[in-house]
T-cell receptor, first 111, second 113 residues
Framework: DQQVKQNSPSLSVQEGRISILNCDYT??????FLWYKKYPAEGPTFLIS?????DKNEDGRFTVFLNKSAKHLSLHIVPSQPGDSAVYFC??????????FGAGTTVTVRA | EADIYQTPRYLVIGTGKKITLECSQT?????MYWYQQDPGMELHLIHY???????EKGDLSSESTVSRIRTEHFPLTLESARPSHTSQYLC????????????FGPGTRLTVL
């Protein structure tokens, strides 16, 4: 049973515009959420995280929003750059440190 | 430079062969993990370790086995490879304590013919 879902398999955005990636989860025990970026033939790279005690975390061009009541989080990338073209994975963990991942969203930034 | 390494990066092998995928990290992390990922799918946790001589099976059942004799080394072994084992295998590590991200190696792309 998939506990983390990314319902949009792909997203195309113009360079300079905002990219918004969405993620839903079902397990109410999750208290830490992360976004990873993955290029082909490479391992995922950590981007940004948020704990359940916050509803927003910002790091440069990346902002993650958490809506606990809706069990929903989103990643905003502003402005989008060509190097942002990659697969983005949402992940969540409870107190056991194990991560549950979504299936990923492929972002393509158009020039 | 602190990092996490996986070898080989690519492996093509015949059915029935025994293989070992290597994973080493130089960050001194206690926790290490193995994930399996197919294209367009989520990463599935197949093994994890919270320290030396501690290994557990993950959420996805796997015929592979792991060992953790040294903190920095977490190899994965398949005794008899089958085509169904074709996948990408990703190793990761993290610090002890709460709210710590996992750092991933570059992965091994395994193809069993």
């Amino acid at each position: 049973d998939q506990q983390v879902k990314q319902n949009s398999p792909s997203l195309s955005v113009q360079e300079g515009r905002i990219s918004i990636l969405n993620c839903d989860y079902t397990n109410s025990m999750f208290d830490y959420f992360l976004w990873y970026k993955k290029y082909p033939a490479e391992g995922p790279t950590f981007l940004i995280s948020i704990s359940s005690i916050k509803d927003k975390n910002e790091d440069g061009r990346f902002t993650v929003f958490l809506n606990k009541s809706a069990k929903h989080l989103s990643l905003h990338i502003v402005p989008s750059q060509p190097g942002d073209s990659a697969v983005y994975f949402c992940a969540a963990s409870a107190t056991d440190y194990k991560l549950s991942f979504g299936a990923g969203t492929t972002v393509t930034v158009r020039a | 430079e602190a990092d996490i390494y996986q070898t080989p990066r690519y492996l093509v092998i015949g059915t029935g062969k025994k293989i070992t995928l290597e994973c080493s990290q130089t960050m001194g992390h206690d926790k290490m993990y193995w994930y399996q990922q197919d294209p367009g799918m989520e990463l599935h946790l197949i093994h994890y370790s919270y320290g030396v001589n501690s290994t557990e099976k993950g959420d996805l059942s796997s015929e592979s086995t792991v060992s953790r004799i040294r903190t920095e080394h977490f190899p994965l072994t398949l005794e008899s490879a089958r085509p169904s084992h074709t996948s990408q295998y990703l190793c990761a590590s993290s610090e002890s304590g709460t709210y710590n991200e996992q750092f991933f190696g570059p992965g091994t792309r395994l193809t069993v013919l």
